[in-house]
């Protein structure tokens, strides 16, 4: 194997970005999340370094995150971000630039995209190419997108939800939803705070959802003793937490997603949904991590749903497929729309 990197796929979603590079699996794996002094408008840390700083930086360092809802919101700092990515990945006495695909939402409009591919080239690609996350997640979850029957990939992952059904190489329809893990968090918090009076950061909410959250309420409960700040006395308090209390916190965007599931199956032409009653609609994406969910999906579409090996990793893996047989892919996947 060459000790130069020519090719390096990016999926760079809304809470976490992965890089992959052919023929060594997910390089880089990491929050996007980048940390900048507003003295002198400088950039601090990205990634990991950045997101143990959230919440609790002074006045005059701001961490956010550059993208929102799958889409690029602040361009510097994506910028700063790619070329963070870049540089990790790519050997520093490497003189040649790398070819760089990036995994962006379906519902991307042409102006987000050119914003993409100006980033990821001048972070230093030397070609970028834009491709679309469900299928990237299709190819990902090893479903053979090529073949003519159909199949539904729904991608939960930090910023967005998305659902596509796909057949013969491409997108037949989809949809996506800006309800996704961090609206899953933004619940829980709202939950609790509605419920004991306290409020937690988002790192805890997060930490909950991860640990004992589920979308469907169980009988064996497990729980969960978390810290917070008691909003009447405004001092710290510890409290304990179940799992039907977070799935009752998730029941709302829960009930989003399934809801624009639904509809995308309603619309879906009816050879193609013969073939999904089929084969099950597979999941994939960090949300779909959530205890259960295949379950609550099963349930409420009366389609089996199965959960992808790897689910966090789909969108970058398919990037590996595709940026390995580049020559294949170009025409179908990586239109000049």
Same mark, same amino acid.
């Given at each position: *194997?060459?000790?130069?990197?020519?090719?390096?796929?990016?999926?760079?979603?809304?809470?976490?970005?992965?890089?992959?590079?052919?023929?060594?699996?997910?390089?880089?794996?990491?929050?996007?999340?980048?940390?900048?002094?507003?003295?002198?408008?400088?950039?601090?840390?990205?990634? $990991?370094?950045?997101?143990? *700083?959230?919440?609790?930086?002074?006045?005059?360092?701001?961490?956010?995150?550059? *993208?929102?809802? #799958?889409?690029?919101?602040?361009?510097?700092?994506?910028?700063?971000?790619?070329?963070?990515?870049?540089?990790?990945?790519?050997?520093?006495?490497?003189?040649?630039?790398?070819?760089?695909?990036?995994?962006?939402? +379906? #519902?991307?409009?042409? %102006?987000?995209?050119?914003?993409?591919?100006?980033?990821?080239?001048?972070?230093?690609?030397?070609?970028?190419?834009?491709?679309?996350?469900?299928?990237?997640?299709?190819?990902?979850?090893?479903?053979?997108?090529?073949?003519?029957?159909?199949?539904?990939?729904?991608?939960?992952?930090?910023?967005?939800?998305?659902?596509?059904?796909?057949?013969?190489?491409?997108?037949?329809?989809?949809?996506?939803?800006?309800?996704?893990?961090?609206? *899953?968090?933004? +619940?829980?918090?709202?939950?609790?705070?509605?419920?004991?009076?306290?409020?937690?950061?988002?790192?805890?909410?997060?930490?909950?959802?991860?640990?004992?959250?589920?979308?469907?309420?169980?009988?064996?409960?497990?729980?969960?003793?978390?810290?917070?700040?008691?909003?009447?006395?405004?001092?710290? $308090?510890?409290? $304990?937490?179940?799992?039907?209390?977070?799935?009752?916190?998730?029941?709302?965007?829960?009930?989003?997603?399934?809801?624009?599931?639904?509809?995308?199956?309603?619309?879906?032409?009816?050879?193609?949904?013969?073939?999904?009653?089929?084969? #099950?609609?597979?999941?994939?994406?960090?949300?779909?991590?959530?205890?259960?969910?295949?379950?609550?999906?099963? $349930?409420?579409?009366?389609?089996?749903?199965?959960?992808?090996?790897?689910?966090? %990793?789909?969108?970058?893996?398919?990037?590996?497929?595709?940026?390995?047989?580049?020559?294949?892919?170009?025409?179908?996947?990586? %239109?000049?729309?």
């Amino acid at each position: *194997m060459s000790l130069f990197v020519k090719k390096i796929g990016i999926d760079l979603g809304t809470a976490n970005s992965l890089v992959f590079v052919p023929g060594k699996k997910v390089v880089v794996q990491e929050p996007s999340v980048v940390a900048v002094s507003l003295y002198n408008n400088r950039i601090l840390a990205v990634g $990991k370094a950045a997101k143990e *700083m959230t919440g609790r930086t002074p006045d005059t360092i701001r961490v956010y995150r550059p *993208m929102r809802d #799958g889409v690029i919101a602040d361009f510097r700092v994506t910028l700063a971000m790619i070329r963070y990515f870049l540089r990790k990945v790519v050997p520093r006495y490497q003189f040649f630039k790398p070819e760089v695909l990036v995994a962006v939402p +379906a #519902g991307i409009t042409s %102006t987000e995209k050119r914003a993409v591919v100006e980033a990821a080239i001048l972070a230093g690609a030397r070609a970028a190419y834009v491709a679309k996350e469900p299928i990237l997640a299709a190819i990902g979850a090893g479903i053979p997108i090529n073949s003519s029957s159909g199949h539904m990939i729904v991608d939960i992952g930090g910023g967005t939800s998305e659902a596509a059904v796909i057949s013969l190489g491409g997108i037949v329809s989809s949809t996506s939803l800006r309800v996704a893990g961090d609206k *899953m968090n933004e +619940a829980v918090g709202e939950y609790i705070k509605k419920k004991y009076n306290l409020a937690i950061g988002e790192t805890t909410a997060e930490d909950i959802k991860i640990k004992i959250g589920t979308a469907l309420p169980e009988k064996n409960e497990q729980t969960l003793e978390i810290r917070g700040r008691d909003l009447v006395q405004g001092l710290p $308090k510890n409290i $304990k937490i179940s799992s039907n209390e977070v799935a009752e916190a998730l029941e709302d965007p829960l009930r989003e997603i399934v809801q624009v599931v639904k509809v995308l199956l309603r619309d879906t032409p009816p050879e193609l949904s013969a073939d999904i009653m089929d084969k #099950g609609v597979i999941l994939s994406g960090g949300g779909s991590l959530l205890r259960n969910l295949d379950q609550l999906l099963s $349930k409420s579409l009366g389609v089996p749903c199965f959960l992808a090996d790897d689910p966090l %990793t789909c969108v970058a893996r398919g990037t590996g497929v595709v940026l390995e047989n580049l020559e294949a892919y170009k025409q179908s996947i990586m %239109t000049k729309r």
